[in-house]
């Protein structure tokens, strides 16, 4: 007996799910295969219930509180609470036990209302109804209830329950018309074949009678790889094995079109379907305003445990008397004097932690997630980020990273779609080196398309009119087009044929669809594909008809695609179209360099260029070529891998027809964006697989390259002439002269870099680090500093990831943000810090996989400018804060152990220390993180340079840090010691009666309150009824509160020891003089050095800031050169001249500026301010003054 298959079975079996193969068993109906087959093994699959919740009713509780426990500062706080229960601190448990309690339980209910929504989503889905063809009748169960194997009917309309393979269609032809935008975006309708041999099936009862298994990989996420093998078994016959592969797989989530229904198997269930699979979490990411936070806290973690020290050391040094270890009202027990030093000192040590552990602020991580969470709407809210062609608005994947979008140094980008509007005409054709235009003209008149080619083909040559012919079916027979019988498709009208209103072209490729649109006008025009046969109406209005035998698909390593065709005079045909990189090596005759030269010539003007090639099959080429095609498809291992081969066999010895020129138009202020993201100091790079020249004159349209720009080549043709070394050195060399002399010069030189996918794999080749060369990484790091702007051309998509997490990973680590629209950007959208997703016409696989979606590029110039902006600043100011005034809550306690005997007596009540940080303090921050602006909208749009104030983390760097941590250590001392040095010796009621510990307690504790929260106010510059209600609302419910808490005898408190002690304080003049005057002195250190910043070395911001209250009425949209009237009242003889990123300057009749200056901004002068320099302009509040040329100095 063979043990081996025993076992074999045996593992399976008790494995349940196939984890351990790669490759499953369906069988089709549960039925078991015939006698003589392979064993029947059942196996179990999950069901096809979709999870998508994190959490169920049992396992909430203990899950949720593990991972908030996780973090650091919970952790802590809860050992703090630990350690006041089990020992006697200073403190009530409450005071920590409360704060944690309060930010747990908001956080659990937050993520548990998340949750619910997940659950509720879940349940609608799961129970949606589903037709199962049971026992020759269709029965109706609910999605949950379908397994592995059921044969499901689908109609018209309604979306695919699970992954199924594709049985059969209502369509004769066999075939089914899908949409897939709920997975990756693409409303266009795509074709799925039925297996061949079930493709006749039409009722219940056929398909029941289906005998036959399922044989495919196990699941994975790829949406567009499948690979299988249906055996179909017919009475005692061999079974009959047929390929399948991605075209016969219908995706769950898709929805079927165009056909009344069709029976398909399930293959996939549940959280094993591909789109369950491509739903799972990404990669956590981190901002740097998190890090920093992180660094803060180990800092004034390594403060408290130092006070900790000092206190505990000098409560020892103070009780080394006998008189003051154990003074007569504080006896010790016999079981304390027993303890050992040690033990005591260790417990001391863990009371005074207690006492001091305030400093460190529990409720910062919650406030900080409350003001992501809710910030976030405000990108969504955002009207002027709405499209109205899509109809959808700016998108937030994830709140965690806003704060980062106002610290991006490198944006890298994408062209075709992102850039460019993907939106493509075709423009014109060159066949065997002649140019054909469509509606050309001549002798001043418009020709029609087949009046031109008449013209045309009356020259001699019929060699010339058999490559034309060729050359135009080539294009309508090789492309995935399909015909759409209808009025409209999702909305969009477009006409293929006049005398055929009805009918429209449908692509998944905005590139087939403008080239077989671009036929039609030139005379040739495709009809349909029916029962396997493409049809097309030639210019003689003749209809020709070809088989189609095999389609070898595009892909992006390829870079092309063919047909093998079959006409009816019997000759087998192969087209091939595709990029001039992959197509020119494998043509053997035809005019190359003609047509070279003109795919050159129109990808410097920015068209996408394709090659169109052919070859005559012989019936044994033919026969060998199929031979190669059905064993690589019928291969369940490397399948992809095998394909490729085959394809590489097969395609070669072309005949070089011609070109296409399709034009892909630059998108709406694309150019504009680009420009403010380089005056605000980011640099750009465009990642693109496009050719060479091509990307480079987008890049010059949309002004990433200038025509003053230096362009440096890093490419396979110059690397050929001079190796890699030799080339990297020589432009290191040259960005460095430039840099050196651009130090002494004013005029300074912009570098522009161009490099290819070939030489990138080059540079970044590990290898070449030991062959003596040295680092070649570095060198071109180095030189990429220097530049501008930087085109990477013809790269593969890992190629665009690899570029980002070099730049990601040099040594200063800069915020990267990556941005494209297509499945090929996904993988440098998740390497970037911040990956945005543009919803555009390659899908949504990238605005899925991004952390932020928009409709267009140029919204990407008000979610950096803007939003980013304004969500750092107010995060660092946040976080700083709360640093800032529990520095200045905790420190007077410090100050209080010298005053006590180190006795950690607490200064302030239990009722003040438990809510100073859940209720006194945290509502005005929460709210200032929110609607705070430093400086309008407007302005931040028309000076896209305020960006740079705020890069690299400045408002979070270490010098800011220490100024607000003195800031608070400094208020800390005027609180205590102004407060002692005026109860010293001082009566201050009526009756005589000195305060007591805790109205000294409540005075600090008083001053503290008002003066953080007056110093939030003095920070806050933009101000609403909000603002005013929440500060000004929250000192009073202080007020409000502490005459309650002291003003009632509270029945469930044991002890009261702040009764009557607020009114007492209040009753007392002395106390009002002191509360006012520490106050302000707390204050005007802050108020002072502010005052001598503006006016010595002020900031760009600063700057602006005095702007906006000199010119009230600047406009929020300008142009580089714009004047506008402005009328208020009867008349004002004054004009704004706005002048792109400058200063808006009010031109009055009476100004003496030149005649010069006006005729040089007229003649468009002032779209660039380096062009002003001769004219020098100064804002001043009478006007304008005029400076003749001299030395430069900022406008």
Same mark, same amino acid.
Request: proline share 4%; with cysteine; charged share 20%.
């Given at each position: 007996?063979?043990f081996s298959l025993l076992r074999n079975i045996i593992s399976r079996y008790?494995?349940?799910?196939?984890?351990?193969?790669?490759?499953?068993?369906?069988?089709?109906?549960?039925?078991?295969?015939?006698?003589?087959?392979?064993?029947?093994?059942?196996?179990?699959?999950?069901?096809?219930?979709?999870?998508?919740?994190?959490?169920?009713?049992?396992?909430?509780?203990?899950?949720?509180?593990?991972?908030?426990?996780?973090?650091?500062?919970?952790?802590?706080?809860?050992?703090?609470?630990?350690?006041?229960?089990?020992?006697?601190?200073?403190?009530?448990?409450?005071?920590?036990?409360?704060?944690?309690?309060?930010?747990?339980?908001?956080?659990?209910?937050?993520?548990?209302?998340?949750?619910?929504?997940?659950?509720?989503?879940?349940?609608?889905?799961?129970?949606?109804?589903?037709?199962?063809?049971?026992?020759?009748?269709?029965?109706?169960?609910?999605?949950?209830?379908?397994?592995?194997?059921?044969?499901?009917?689908?109609?018209?309309?309604?979306?695919?329950?699970?992954?199924?393979?594709?049985?059969?269609?209502?369509?004769?032809?066999?075939?089914?018309?899908?949409?897939?935008?709920?997975?990756?975006?693409?409303?266009?309708?795509?074709?799925?074949?039925?297996?061949?041999?079930?493709?006749?099936?039409?009722?219940?009862?056929?398909?029941?009678?289906?005998?036959?298994?399922?044989?495919?990989?196990?699941?994975?996420?790829?949406?567009?790889?499948?690979?299988?093998?249906?055996?179909?078994?017919?009475?005692?016959?061999?079974?009959?094995?047929?390929?399948?592969?991605?075209?016969?797989?219908?995706?769950?989530?898709?929805?079927?079109?165009?056909?009344?229904?069709?029976?398909?198997?399930?293959?996939?269930?549940?959280?094993?379907?591909?789109?369950?699979?491509?739903?799972?979490?990404?990669?956590?990411?981190?901002?740097?305003?998190?890090?920093?936070?992180?660094?803060?806290?180990?800092?004034?973690?390594?403060?408290?445990?130092?006070?900790?020290?000092?206190?505990?050391?000098?409560?020892?040094?103070?009780?080394?008397?006998?008189?003051?270890?154990?003074?007569?009202?504080?006896?010790?027990?016999?079981?304390?004097?027993?303890?050992?030093?040690?033990?005591?000192?260790?417990?001391?040590?863990?009371?005074?932690?207690?006492?001091?552990?305030?400093?460190?602020?529990v409720s910062m991580y919650v406030t900080v997630e409350m003001q992501k969470?809710?910030?976030?709407?405000?990108?969504?809210?955002?009207?002027?980020?709405?499209?109205?062609?899509?109809?959808?608005?700016?998108?937030?994947?994830?709140?965690?990273?806003?704060?980062?979008?106002?610290?991006?140094?490198?944006?890298?980008?994408?062209?075709?779609?992102?850039?460019?509007?993907?939106?493509?005409?075709?423009?014109?054709?060159?066949?065997?080196?002649?140019?054909?235009?469509?509606?050309?003209?001549?002798?001043?008149?418009?020709?029609?398309?087949?009046?031109?080619?008449?013209?045309?083909?009356?020259?001699?040559?019929?060699?010339?009119?058999?490559?034309?012919?060729?050359?135009?079916?080539?294009?309508?027979?090789?492309?995935?087009?399909?015909?759409?019988?209808?009025?409209?498709?999702?909305?969009?009208?477009?006409?293929?044929?006049?005398?055929?209103?009805?009918?429209?072209?449908?692509?998944?490729?905005?590139? @087939?669809?403008?080239? *077989? &649109? $671009?036929?039609?006008? =030139?005379?040739?025009? !495709?009809? %349909? /594909?029916?029962?396997?046969?493409?049809?097309?109406?030639?210019?003689?209005?003749?209809?020709?008809?070809?088989?189609?035998?095999?389609?070898?698909?595009?892909?992006?390593?390829?870079?092309?695609?063919?047909?093998?065709?079959?006409?009816?005079?019997?000759?087998?045909?192969?087209?091939?179209?595709?990029?001039?990189?992959?197509?020119?090596?494998?043509?053997?005759?035809?005019?190359?360099?003609?047509?070279?030269?003109?795919? @050159?010539?129109?990808? *410097? &003007? $920015?068209?996408?260029? =394709?090659?169109?090639? !052919?070859? %005559? /099959?012989?019936?044994?080429?033919?026969?060998?070529?199929?031979?190669?095609?059905?064993?690589?498809?019928?291969?369940?291992?490397?399948?992809?891998?095998?394909?490729?081969?085959?394809?590489?066999?097969?395609?070669?010895?072309?005949?070089?027809?011609?070109?296409?020129?399709?034009?892909?138009?630059?998108?709406?202020?694309?150019?504009?964006?680009?420009?403010?993201?380089?005056?605000?100091?980011?640099?750009?790079?465009?990642?693109?697989?496009?050719?060479? &020249?091509?990307?480079?004159?987008?890049?010059?349209?949309?002004?990433?390259?200038?025509?003053?720009?230096?362009?440096?080549?890093?490419?396979?043709?110059?690397?050929?002439?001079?190796?890699?070394?030799?080339?990297?050195?020589?432009?290191?060399?040259?960005?460095?002269?430039?840099?050196?002399?651009?130090?002494?010069?004013?005029?300074?030189?912009?570098?522009?870099?161009?490099?290819?996918?070939?030489?990138?794999?080059?540079?970044?080749?590990?290898?070449?680090?030991?062959?003596?060369?040295?680092?070649?990484?570095?060198?071109?790091?180095?030189?990429?500093?220097?530049?501008?702007?930087?085109?990477?051309?013809?790269?593969?998509?890992?190629?665009?990831?690899?570029?980002?997490?070099?730049?990601?990973?040099?040594?200063?680590?800069?915020?990267?943000?990556?941005?494209?629209?297509?499945?090929?950007?996904?993988?440098?959208?998740?390497?970037?810090?911040?990956?945005?997703?543009?919803?555009?016409?390659?899908?949504?696989?990238?605005?899925?996989?991004?952390?932020?979606?928009?409709?267009?590029?140029?919204?990407?110039?008000?979610?950096?400018?803007?939003?980013?902006?304004?969500?750092?600043?107010?995060?660092?100011?946040?976080?700083?804060?709360?640093?800032?005034?529990?520095?200045?809550?905790?420190?007077?306690?410090?100050?209080?152990?010298?005053?006590?005997?180190?006795?950690?007596?607490?200064?302030?009540?239990?009722?003040?220390?438990?809510?100073?940080?859940?209720?006194?303090?945290?509502?005005?921050?929460?709210?200032?993180?929110?609607v705070e602006q430093h400086v309008t909208i407007d302005t931040l749009k028309?000076?896209?340079?305020?960006?740079?104030?705020?890069?690299?983390?400045?408002?979070?760097?270490?010098?800011?840090?220490?100024?607000?941590?003195?800031?608070?250590?400094?208020?800390?001392?005027?609180?205590?010691?102004?407060?002692?040095?005026?109860?010293?010796?001082?009566?201050?009621?009526?009756?005589?009666?000195?305060?007591?510990?805790?109205?000294?307690?409540?005075?600090?504790?008083?001053?503290?309150?008002?003066?953080?929260?007056?110093?939030?106010?003095?920070?806050?510059?933009?101000?609403?009824?909000?603002?005013?209600?929440?500060?000004?609302?929250?000192?009073?419910?202080?007020?409000?509160?502490?005459?309650?808490?002291?003003?009632?005898?509270?029945?469930?408190?044991?002890?009261?020891?702040?009764?009557?002690?607020?009114?007492?304080?209040?009753?007392?003049?002395?106390?009002?003089?002191?509360?006012?005057?520490?106050?302000?002195?707390?204050?005007?250190?802050?108020?002072?050095?502010?005052?001598?910043?503006?006016?010595?070395?002020?900031?760009?911001?600063?700057?602006?800031?005095?702007?906006?209250?000199?010119?009230?009425?600047?406009?929020?949209?300008?142009?580089?050169?714009?004047?506008?009237?402005?009328?208020?009242?009867?008349?004002?003889?004054?004009?704004?001249?706005?002048?792109?990123?400058?200063?808006?300057?009010?031109?009055?009749?009476?100004?003496?500026?030149?005649?010069?200056?006006?005729?040089?901004?007229?003649?468009?002068?002032?779209?660039?301010?380096?062009?002003?320099?001769?004219?020098?302009?100064?804002?001043?509040?009478?006007?304008?003054?005029?400076?003749?040329?001299?030395?430069?100095?900022?406008?």
């Amino acid at each position: 007996m063979d043990f081996s298959l025993l076992r074999n079975i045996i593992s399976r079996y008790c494995a349940g799910e196939e984890n351990w193969v790669d490759s499953r068993t369906v069988y089709i109906g549960h039925k078991e295969p015939p006698p003589g087959a392979e064993a029947y093994i059942p196996q179990r699959y999950p069901d096809n219930r979709i999870v998508s919740s994190k959490y169920t009713f049992w396992n909430f509780i203990p899950k949720n509180l593990f991972e908030q426990f996780r973090r650091i500062a919970n952790f802590y706080f809860l050992v703090i609470f630990l350690v006041q229960l089990i020992i006697d601190t200073p403190t009530s448990p409450v005071t920590s036990g409360l704060p944690l309690f309060f930010v747990i339980t908001v956080t659990a209910i937050k993520q548990g209302y998340e949750d619910w929504l997940r659950h509720k989503a879940d349940c609608s889905i799961n129970e949606c109804p589903v037709d199962v063809v049971q026992q020759e009748k269709v029965v109706r169960t609910q999605s949950h209830k379908l397994r592995v194997g059921d044969v499901v009917m689908v109609r018209e309309d309604e979306t695919f329950p699970c992954d199924l393979i594709f049985l059969s269609s209502s369509r004769d032809d066999g075939t089914c018309y899908v949409t897939t935008t709920s997975l990756d975006g693409e409303s266009s309708h795509k074709t799925y074949y039925a297996v061949p041999d079930t493709m006749a099936f039409k009722t219940e009862q056929e398909v029941d009678s289906l005998h036959a298994t399922i044989e495919c990989e196990q699941p994975q996420p790829d949406l567009y790889k499948f690979v299988g093998r249906i055996n179909i078994y017919k009475d005692k016959e061999e079974p009959v094995s047929r390929t399948l592969g991605a075209e016969n797989l219908l995706l769950r989530g898709a929805t079927l079109k165009n056909t009344q229904h069709i029976y398909a198997v399930a293959v996939y269930t549940g959280m094993e379907t591909k789109m369950a699979l491509n739903y799972q979490s990404k990669s956590q990411k981190r901002s740097a305003v998190e890090k920093s936070m992180n660094a803060f806290l180990i800092v004034y973690l390594c403060i408290l445990i130092s006070k900790a020290v000092i206190n505990t050391v000098l409560k020892y040094a103070w009780q080394w008397s006998p008189d003051r270890d154990e003074p007569w009202y504080n006896h010790r027990t016999e079981n304390e004097r027993q303890r050992h030093v040690v033990i005591r000192a260790f417990t001391d040590f863990l009371a005074f932690m207690v006492l001091f552990n305030y400093i460190i602020p529990v409720s910062m991580y919650v406030t900080v997630e409350m003001q992501k969470f809710l910030g976030s709407y405000f990108i969504t809210w955002d009207e002027e980020m709405f499209d109205e062609e899509l109809g959808q608005g700016a998108q937030v994947n994830t709140s965690d990273l806003n704060e980062e979008l106002g610290q991006v140094e490198y944006v890298f980008t994408d062209k075709t779609g992102t850039l460019t509007e993907n939106n493509m005409e075709f423009i014109e054709c060159c066949v065997d080196g002649n140019v054909y235009i469509p509606h050309a003209i001549c002798n001043g008149q418009i020709l029609s398309a087949a009046s031109s080619i008449d013209m045309i083909d009356s020259s001699p040559g019929g060699y010339r009119r058999e490559y034309e012919d060729l050359f135009f079916r080539a294009l309508c027979l090789c492309h995935t087009v399909q015909v759409k019988e209808e009025e409209t498709v999702d909305g969009i009208k477009r006409g293929i044929h006049q005398g055929r209103p009805t009918s429209f072209y449908i692509s998944s490729s905005p590139d @087939e669809v403008a080239l *077989v &649109e $671009g036929m039609k006008r =030139l005379g040739y025009t !495709y009809l %349909r /594909l029916k029962d396997n046969y493409m049809e097309i109406l030639n210019k003689d209005d003749e209809i020709e008809r070809f088989e189609l035998l095999h389609v070898l698909n595009f892909d992006s390593v390829r870079r092309r695609m063919s047909v093998i065709v079959k006409s009816i005079s019997g000759e087998y045909l192969m087209f091939c179209k595709g990029a001039d990189s992959s197509i020119f090596p494998r043509v053997v005759s035809g005019k190359v360099e003609q047509v070279k030269t003109h795919v @050159e010539q129109n990808a *410097v &003007e $920015g068209l996408r260029t =394709l090659c169109v090639a !052919y070859r %005559r /099959l012989s019936e044994s080429e033919y026969q060998e070529a199929c031979h190669y095609l059905t064993e690589a498809k019928l291969a369940l291992q490397d399948r992809e891998q095998r394909l490729a081969q085959a394809y590489d066999v097969i395609e070669r010895d072309f005949v070089l027809l011609g070109a296409t020129a399709v034009e892909d138009r630059l998108q709406e202020k694309a150019a504009d964006t680009i420009e403010s993201l380089h005056k605000a100091g980011i640099k750009v790079w465009v990642l693109t697989g496009d050719k060479m &020249e091509t990307a480079t004159a987008t890049c010059y349209a949309s002004k990433l390259f200038r025509r003053s720009t230096q362009i440096l080549e890093l490419t396979k043709k110059r690397t050929k002439e001079q190796s890699l070394h030799d080339v990297l050195f020589e432009l290191s060399r040259t960005v460095l002269r430039q840099r050196s002399i651009s130090g002494l010069s004013v005029d300074c030189l912009d570098f522009g870099l161009i490099i290819d996918g070939a030489t990138l794999s080059a540079v970044l080749k590990p290898s070449q680090e030991v062959s003596g060369h040295g680092n070649y990484r570095e060198i071109f790091l180095e030189i990429c500093r220097n530049c501008s702007a930087v085109l990477c051309c013809r790269m593969a998509p890992l190629q665009k990831a690899q570029i980002v997490k070099l730049i990601k990973s040099s040594k200063e680590h800069p915020i990267t943000l990556a941005v494209g629209d297509g499945a090929n950007d996904v993988s440098m959208i998740l390497e970037a810090h911040v990956g945005i997703g543009i919803m555009g016409k390659e899908g949504r696989q990238a605005a899925r996989n991004s952390d932020y979606a928009i409709p267009k590029f140029k919204h990407l110039k008000k979610m950096l400018l803007v939003h980013g902006h304004y969500y750092y600043i107010r995060i660092a100011e946040l976080v700083q804060y709360f640093f800032y005034k529990n520095v200045c809550f905790i420190f007077p306690q410090f100050l209080y152990q010298f005053f006590c005997g180190f006795s950690q007596q607490p200064l302030y009540d239990t009722a003040y220390l438990t809510l100073y940080n859940i209720s006194f303090t945290s509502l005005p921050i929460l709210l200032y993180s929110l609607v705070e602006q430093h400086v309008t909208i407007d302005t931040l749009k028309r000076e896209p340079s305020l960006y740079r104030d705020i890069a690299k983390n400045s408002l979070l760097r270490w010098p800011v840090f220490l100024y607000w941590t003195c800031l608070g250590v400094f208020d800390a001392v005027i609180f205590f010691f102004g407060a002692y040095f005026l109860f010293d010796n001082t009566t201050f009621t009526s009756n005589g009666q000195m305060f007591g510990n805790w109205t000294f307690g409540t005075l600090i504790f008083t001053v503290l309150v008002f003066t953080v929260t007056l110093k939030l106010a003095l920070d806050t510059r933009h101000w609403t009824w909000i603002n005013h209600f929440v500060i000004w609302g929250s000192l009073l419910f202080y007020v409000i509160f502490s005459l309650l808490w002291g003003g009632i005898i509270w029945p469930f408190l044991n002890y009261q020891r702040m009764y009557y002690v607020f009114m007492q304080m209040l009753s007392s003049g002395p106390a009002w003089l002191s509360i006012i005057l520490l106050i302000t002195v707390s204050l005007l250190p802050d108020v002072i050095k502010k005052v001598l910043c503006r006016a010595i070395c002020p900031t760009a911001t600063e700057r602006a800031q005095v702007s906006q209250k000199l010119l009230p009425g600047s406009v929020a949209e300008v142009t580089p050169l714009s004047f506008r009237r402005s009328y208020k009242g009867r008349s004002t003889d004054s004009t704004l001249l706005h002048l792109g990123a400058a200063e808006t300057l009010s031109l009055h009749s009476c100004s003496p500026l030149p005649q010069k200056l006006l005729a040089h901004l007229a003649e468009g002068g002032g779209s660039d301010l380096t062009s002003l320099s001769p004219y020098m302009l100064r804002l001043s509040g009478a006007g304008v003054a005029y400076y003749a040329p001299g030395p430069e100095t900022p406008v």
